[in-house]
Structures are given as structure tokens and as C-alpha cells.
């Protein structure tokens, strides 16, 4: 398998609106493939011609080096949509057992597994389910014949922060074991745990593609320099990576912050004999806004 997801151009349009424009990316066999936008940016309309649930308008898909609208790729497959719609009279055992016999006998040890983990009562209507329970449905659904490839639209909507815990470190056993993730989602600590990259998709457009490493190593925005005595900040303006250098804090500190590598900033302090050095680290959440930000430039 060349790879587990491939699309060139790939492209939706109704009428005058463009949902998803030009969208060309790769997936590896074993990768997790972070999804990142705004509402209504196209995440989720990539994700149902992923799968051939609609067809685009032009450009192409494949799935396992597959059709998405394949049977046979499809039973490899662990969708969650982001919205669930099944029958209000359907328990959530009777889905279970419908889903799984179109793939295979479905694996009542795992199907098990999950419910407990989940904390799901199957014998009720799906009707009479909070959407947080119905969530559960649809990710035991999507994990319970072991898939090849999982698309998950927003996973943890709403599931409570234990339920989230929970799916996260399914999603690791999952990929550990192998199976790769293609996910779209708004809650960074599960893009961070499990993403070996991002794409930022934006009005429709892939804006910009990344990996984890990167994005970790951007979230280190400020140097705290502490010294012997004040320190002129005029030392540190113009080096390699430096964007600031601020010296209202303590008497004997100065700010450095950061916008690429931090080693001509370190060399420096360490020739002024700096006495101590600490990190700020950015919030996840920050680095993806300010991205969002310098996309639309």
C-alpha cells in the first residue's frame, strides 16, 4: 500500500460554494493525520468524499490504494461522522450487531471491552440517548472491528473529560497497533498526544501542513535569562530567531522571545554569563490561532 489516504485536487462545490478547493494530501500507512479548521472550513465534507458519501466535483480520492465506496474498503474502515443518525428505535446493541455483520462476525470480547470502557447501557433506544452517550455509539461503532484506517469527525464532542481521557488513549492503543488516523477535532491535547502531523485547512484551502515536532518546537515562545547584574537587551535584538527582547521585568532578567531556534539566544546568554535560564511554554491552543492568522497573509 502506497499510502493510506491520497487525494489530488480533490474538490466540492455547490453552486457558488466552494466547501473544499484543490486539496491534494498524503497520508502514510500508520500515521495519524490531524485535520485542523474552523466550521465550516471543509473538514467535514473531506471526510464523506474520503469515503465516497458524496462525490466531488472534480479531483480524486483513495482510501487503502481503493475507492472509498468500496465494500471491501469501507469493511477496513472506522467511520465516525460528525453527525450520528441512526433510527430512534435502534438500540445501540441491535447497531452494534447490524454494523458488524456487514464486515465480519462482529468480536463480542472487544465489543464488550468498549462498551465497559465507555460506560454505555446498549439496551437502550438510541432516542433516549444524551448526545454524549449517542458519541459513545458512534465511536464503539467505529472501533470495534479493529479498522485498518479510522476517520474520526470531531471523536469527543461532547464526551465529558474522562470520556475524552478514555478515547485517547484508545486512539494510542490503535496506533500502536499499527492502524492509521485520520482525524479532524478542536480539542488540541488529543491532536498533541497522538498527531504525527497537521494540516490547517482553511475557507475550503489547505493552508499549510506540519508536523507535531514543528509545532511542539513552537510552543517554547519565551527565554527567561536571569543574570548577575542588569544586562544590556541591545545584545540579544537582531540574533537568528530572537523577535523580542523585553527587560521589564526583575532588575537582573530579561525576556527573549522566540520565532525559530533558540541557539544563538542560549550562545549569547552564555557569554554574558547568564546565572539561570527558564522556559515559557506557549499554549497549544495560541500557536494554532496565530497560524490560522498568518495563513490568511
Known amino acids: 500500500m502506497r499510502h493510506a489516504i491520497e487525494t489530488h485536487g480533490l474538490t466540492k462545490q455547490w453552486g457558488d460554494l466552494v466547501a473544499v478547493d484543490d486539496l491534494s494530501i498524503r497520508v502514510e500507512a500508520g500515521e495519524c493525520y ?11 465534507t473531506t471526510a464523506r468524499m474520503l469515503l465516497d458519501f458524496i462525490r466531488p466535483t472534480r479531483g480524486t480520492a483513495r482510501v487503502l490504494d481503493g475507492a472509498g465506496g468500496d465494500p471491501n474498503i469501507r469493511a477496513r474502515v472506522g467511520y465516525l461522522p460528525g453527525d450520528l443518525n441512526l433510527a430512534g428505535n435502534t438500540t445501540a446493541h441491535e447497531a452494534f450487531m447490524f454494523f458488524g455483520s456487514l464486515a465480519a462476525t462482529p468480536d463480542r470480547r472487544r465489543l464488550d471491552d468498549l462498551i465497559e470502557r465507555f460506560g454505555l447501557d446498549p439496551t437502550r433506544p438510541v432516542r433516549e440517548l444524551s448526545t454524549g452517550n449517542r458519541r459513545k455509539v458512534g465511536l464503539i461503532l467505529a472501533f470495534m472491528g479493529r479498522p485498518e484506517l479510522l476517520i474520526l469527525d470531531e471523536p469527543t464532542s461532547g464526551l465529558d473529560p474522562v470520556l475524552q481521557e478514555e478515547f485517547r488513549e484508545l486512539l494510542a492503543e490503535r496506533k500502536a497497533e499499527g492502524a492509521t488516523i485520520w482525524l479532524t477535532s478542536h480539542v ?7 498527531a504525527d ?7 475550503g484551502r489547505l493552508a499549510r501542513e506540519l508536523t507535531m515536532a514543528d509545532l511542539r518546537r513552537q510552543t517554547t515562545g519565551r527565554v527567561v535569562f536571569t543574570f548577575a547584574g542588569r544586562t544590556d537587551p541591545a545584545a540579544f535584538e537582531g540574533l537568528p530567531g530572537v523577535q523580542e527582547v523585553d527587560a521589564g521585568g526583575e532588575a537582573d532578567e530579561l525576556t527573549v522571545t522566540l520565532n525559530g531556534s533558540a541557539a544563538a539566544a542560549l550562545s549569547t546568554a552564555g557569554r554574558l554569563g547568564a546565572t539561570a535560564v527558564r522556559t515559557e511554554r506557549r499554549d497549544l491552543d495560541d500557536v494554532f490561532l496565530d497560524l490560522f492568522e498568518e495563513s490568511r497573509r
Open 34 to 44: 490531524a485535520f485542523l479548521g474552523r466550521n465550516g472550513s471543509g473538514k467535514s
Open 188 to 194: 488540541m491535547a488529543e491532536v498533541e498526544r497522538v
Open 197 to 203: 502531523r497537521v494540516g490547517l485547512i482553511r475557507d
